[in-house]
């Protein structure tokens, strides 16, 4: 049996998938004076100039990948719900058959998990 519908529809965290030690490698910030003189002022004042500069000029990504998952998470409760109509259909009406398209479906869900 699969899981009920609703418990796909949590909300979805960011995640970072760059470590900050390789960013800063990567990114030349080890030698940048404007990161290390950002980070001073992070420590004094707890305000982040270049984040706030760059989310400004390139967006917030950090949304844009928690917007994407909660996407996921709305298909996955799609399928899942389908999955319990179909099923509970079934169970009323024991002789009727799946539409093909909803047997796909199932069976693509089934692979995703």
Do not use: C
């Amino acid at each position: 049996m699969s899981r009920a519908p609703i418990e796909n529809l949590t909300t979805p965290q960011p995640d970072d998938p760059v470590p900050d030690m390789v960013e800063l490698a990567t990114n030349a910030n080890a030698v940048s004076p404007a990161y290390w003189l950002n980070g001073i002022i992070k420590t004094v004042t707890g305000f982040d100039a270049l984040t706030t500069i760059t989310d400004y000029v390139a967006g917030d990504w950090a949304a844009m990948q928690q917007a994407g998952a909660a996407i996921e998470n709305l298909a996955k409760y799609n399928a899942d719900y389908a999955v319990s109509m179909t099923r509970s259909r079934s169970s009323r009406h024991p002789g009727a058959e799946m539409p093909p398209i909803m047997r796909a479906r199932t069976s693509n869900r089934s692979r995703m998990d």
